[in-house]
T-cell receptor, first 113, second 113 residues
Framework: QQQVKQSPQSLIVQKGGISIINCAYE??????FPWYQQFPGKGPALLIA?????SEKKEGRFTISFNKSAKQFSLHIMDSQPGDSATYFC????????????FGTGTRLQVFP | DTGVSQDPRHKITKRGQNVTFRCDPISEHNRLYWYRQTLGQGPEFLTYFQNEAQLEKSRLLSDRFSAERPKGSFSTLEIQRTEQGDSAMYLC???????????FGSGTRLTVV
């Protein structure tokens, strides 16, 4: 019940295309859903996050879509660029007493020119 | 203060040796977390501190692992009698209480030979 399932494992997109990464969860107590971007040799960096009281959040080219009834959320990267090539992790937290994050297994995105 | 600092960046040790890692969080952050990340996986929660108090420990943190945060500033993670299965990236992160936003360091990569 604590798992966050992420797909696909890897994704290849052409420059300018849309990258879509999906996550699903079981624990209905989760109330915070961030996405992290990780480059090789670096720690994960917070990209964008959403709370379940909204269905969509957009920041620049990055959008989170959230479906509370389906217990799913996704990251959309519009106009994907080669610089977006990285590993993306979804995560979830109950936020109560501790904001310990449960991470998905990651999606390796490659954007080709 | 430019972010979360971890030292060393890389550590190679022989099986059975003890190792200690250090994390310096962002100075005004009162929460500090340790995560472990193995190749191709998302980070897994190990433990977290609020100020100097260690408030939660994962069952991943066996008796060979100990973490401290004296005076609520930097933290150390010690692994005693290292095993090959301990080889991983050890990530430290910090945040302000209930801010829901982590800042990760670049990690310490441990290789046990």
């Amino acid at each position: 019940q604590q798992q966050v399932k992420q797909s696909p494992q890897s994704l290849i997109v052409q420059k300018g295309g849309i990258s879509i990464i999906n996550c699903a969860y079981e624990n209905t107590a989760f109330d915070y859903f961030p996405w992290y971007q990780q480059f090789p040799g670096k720690g994960p960096a917070l990209l964008i996050a959403i709370r379940p009281d909204v269905s969509e959040k957009k920041e620049g080219r990055f959008t989170i879509s959230f479906n509370k009834s389906a217990k799913q959320f996704s990251l959309h990267i519009m106009d994907s660029q080669p610089g977006d090539s990285a590993t993306y992790f979804c995560a979830a937290s109950t936020g109560y007493n501790t904001d310990k994050l449960i991470f998905g297994t990651g999606t390796r995105l490659q954007v080709f020119p | 203060d430019t972010g979360v600092s971890q030292d060393p960046r890389h550590k190679i040790t022989k099986r059975g040796q003890n190792v200690t890692f250090r994390c310096d969080p962002i100075s005004e952050h009162n929460r500090l977390y340790w995560y472990r990340q193995t190749l191709g996986q998302g980070p897994e929660f190990l433990t977290y501190f609020q100020n100097e108090a260690q408030l939660e420990k994962s069952r991943l943190l066996s008796d060979r692992f100990s973490a401290e945060r004296p005076k609520g500033s930097f933290s150390t993670l010690e692994i005693q009698r290292t095993e090959q299965g301990d080889s991983a990236m050890y990530l430290c992160a910090s945040s302000l209480e209930v801010s829901y936003g982590y800042t990760f360091g670049s990690g310490t990569r441990l290789t046990v030979v």
